[in-house]
């Protein structure tokens, strides 16, 4: 098995696999610890915790009351991450978040001093993002992509690691602004956050309604978990999985697809970053099932919550009742 996309030469194969081994127990460890707080959402956590291993940002797309917020909170204790929260509304201004200038008087003098918003913290929490105008929306880009800010013409680094773990409810759209494409690719998955199962939410109602409640602990530090996203690029990967990763996200583009369905109900398709989320997503996969390289099945499971953000329908597909659902797992069947 070739090691192709990533991972320092050099490094003797012997270790890395012995880090990997023991990340693997280490995130174990971590998903065990969520879920004495968070209950019936597996999914949801693994697909979070891949995006934060990847170094990535995530939209947890749900009805309200679901535990995204709660979800946000514990992952930053669990990881040792500095956590804030910041609620989207159409009149939040950009300086609400990155932060802005104030003039200061010392000595006589006069200066402007910069004060952080903030984004300036290694897990921030975009409650809502969609409720905020496109102008705030924006001021996410260069902090979600370059993990750095520039306000009066200065630049200012952000925390590292630094994630966004962003909100929407896909039920009531009044007043909102849709995230436009170049801000929906930032995102390395779309999460979509469901009910829980009856014993999942059994077991909820009892927990959380008594006198005591689950208190999380930190598992992982802030630098473990930079080493970790480190360790990421080095996990081997086959060439069968490059093949696959390379098939399904080329094949989802209209003017290049040999697939009828993909040409006439696709209005646009996945572009490069999709295929780099994709790559990286597996690997993550593989390490936090204790497998030191990635399979098909990890492409396969992550198609949708990688490709569903990065395509869109044509009026056709409305028309005829096709979903992006329906065409990524057409996608996921010419894997073989």
Not at 89 to 96: A, E, H, I, S, W
Request: hydrophobic fraction near 45%.
């Amino acid at each position: 098995m070739s090691q192709l996309g990533g991972g320092a030469s050099g490094e003797d194969p012997a270790v890395i696999l012995a880090a990997i081994e023991k990340l693997g127990e280490r995130v174990g460890a971590v998903r065990t610890e969520i879920a004495r707080v968070i209950f019936g959402q597996d999914e949801v956590v693994e697909h979070t915790l891949i995006t934060l291993l990847c170094g990535g940002h995530a939209l947890l797309v749900g009805v309200p009351g679901l535990g995204k917020s709660r979800l946000v909170e514990t992952l930053g204790v669990v990881l040792g991450l500095g956590t804030k929260r910041v609620q989207f509304t159409p009149d939040l201004m950009p300086p609400d978040i990155l932060g802005s200038e104030v003039l200061e008087e010392h000595d006589g003098k006069r200066a402007f001093r910069f004060v952080l918003g903030p984004v300036f913290c290694q897990l921030l929490m975009a409650d809502e993002i969609n409720r905020a105008s496109p102008r705030t929306q924006s001021a996410l880009l260069q902090a979600m992509q370059e993990h750095r800010v520039t306000v009066g013409g200065v630049e200012y680094k952000l925390p590292q690691p630094f994630h966004v773990l962003a909100t929407q409810n896909p039920i009531e759209q009044e007043g909102t602004y849709p995230l436009p494409e170049a801000q929906l690719d930032r995102f390395l998955l779309e999460v979509t956050v469901g009910y829980p199962a009856l014993a999942a939410e059994r077991t909820m109602l009892l927990a959380t309604t008594g006198t005591r409640d689950a208190t999380p602990v930190p598992v992982l530090s802030d630098q473990e978990l930079l080493a970790a996203q480190t360790l990421i690029r080095q996990v081997p990967v086959g060439e069968s999985v490059l093949d696959g990763i390379l098939s399904m996200v080329r094949g989802g583009r209209p003017e290049s697809s040999d697939d009828e369905m993909v040409r006439k109900h696709v209005a646009w398709g996945p572009g490069p970053r999709a295929a780099q989320a994709l790559m990286l997503a597996c690997r993550a996969r593989a390490l936090m099932d204790q497998r030191l390289a990635p399979s098909l099945d990890d492409v396969a499971a992550l198609a949708r919550p990688v490709l569903r953000h990065r395509m869109a329908l044509s009026f056709s597909a409305r028309a005829d009742g096709v979903t992006l659902a329906d065409v990524i797992d057409r996608l996921v069947g010419r894997l073989g």
